[in-house]
């Protein structure tokens, strides 16, 4: 099937809990014929995070796990570029290195600008006093008033960022592996998919924030199975969406 690099989104009308579990099974159909590489590729990935942990609590950093952890959500989807290839079943695609660069560094600033304004509310809060380590950070949040409004009001600031960053990025990426296509209109026509189908991928945004939530609280572990899964489902949404097989 021949679709034009600027072909928009279909809408797609059945119900998004049913769309949703048909990516998800697809996308662990691919985990079970792909065990070996998955594993690899999720595991390395926490690796690398356990590795960037360590290097906050060696210099003290601590406190800005929380954020950081956060703002990693804007930017994992690029975690998962090197799966597309395996879901698609093409050994052809090529990704648009500067074009995937380009939608990076802006994913970046999300993260970045999300960091620095919870730095920001948190010294209205609690002014200019020293971080103290993680430990105590969470337990002044979750154990005061005070850290219960911070709390409230960092996930719908932090949402805001996590949402905007969803929508240029949940087909974007897998786009720019599979069109000859600029960072910008690719972003734009991930937009335009999830306004377009916006109970479907508010569903499917909310299954991507449980399992990568479950995925950091059993200590990164479970983020071995969840990455490869996702990125999987990831491509199987898009080729539905755009191409019109999942």
């Known amino acids: 099937m021949t679709v034009s690099v600027y072909t928009k989104a279909q809408v797609i009308s059945d119900p998004p809990a049913r769309v949703v579990k048909r990516w998800l099974q697809a996308g662990w159909g691919d985990v079970k014929r792909n065990p070996g590489y998955s594993l690899l590729y999720g595991g390395s990935l926490v690796v690398l995070g356990w590795i960037c942990i360590a290097a906050l609590m060696l210099n003290d950093l601590?406190?800005?796990?929380?954020?950081?952890?956060?703002?990693?959500?804007?930017?994992?989807?690029?975690a998962t570029i090197g799966l597309y290839s395996v879901a698609s079943g093409k050994t052809g695609?090529?990704?648009?290195?500067?074009?995937?660069?380009?939608?990076?560094?802006?994913?970046?600033?999300?993260?970045?600008?999300?960091?620095?304004?919870?730095?920001?509310?948190?010294?209205?809060?609690?002014?200019?006093?020293?971080f103290s380590s993680f430990a105590d950070t969470l337990l002044l949040l979750i154990t005061t008033p005070s850290g219960w409004a911070?709390?409230?009001?960092?996930?719908?600031?932090?949402?805001?960022f996590a949402a905007l960053g969803f929508?240029?990025?949940?087909?974007?990426?897998?786009?720019?592996?599979?069109?000859?296509?600029?960072?910008?209109?690719?972003?734009?026509l991930s937009f335009n998919a999830t306004t377009h189908n916006f109970k479907l991928c508010l569903c499917w945004g909310a299954i991507i924030t449980l399992l990568t939530l479950v995925g950091i609280l059993s200590g990164l572990l479970g983020l071995v199975v969840v990455f490869p899964l996702l990125g999987y489902a990831t491509w199987h949404a898009y080729a539905e969406l755009f191409h019109g097989d999942a």
């Open 62 to 78: 601590g406190w800005v796990l929380l954020p950081l952890l956060a703002g990693g959500v804007l930017v994992g989807p690029l």
């Open 93 to 130: 695609l090529r990704a648009a290195t500067g074009q995937i660069t380009l939608v990076g560094v802006i994913l970046m600033v999300f993260a970045l600008i999300w960091i620095r304004a919870a730095t920001v509310m948190f010294a209205i809060v609690y002014g200019l006093r020293p």
């Open 150 to 160: 911070l709390l409230i009001a960092g996930s719908l600031v932090g949402g805001l």
């Open 167 to 188: 929508a240029v990025s949940a087909f974007s990426l897998p786009m720019l592996i599979d069109r000859k296509i600029d960072g910008f209109s690719a972003m734009g």
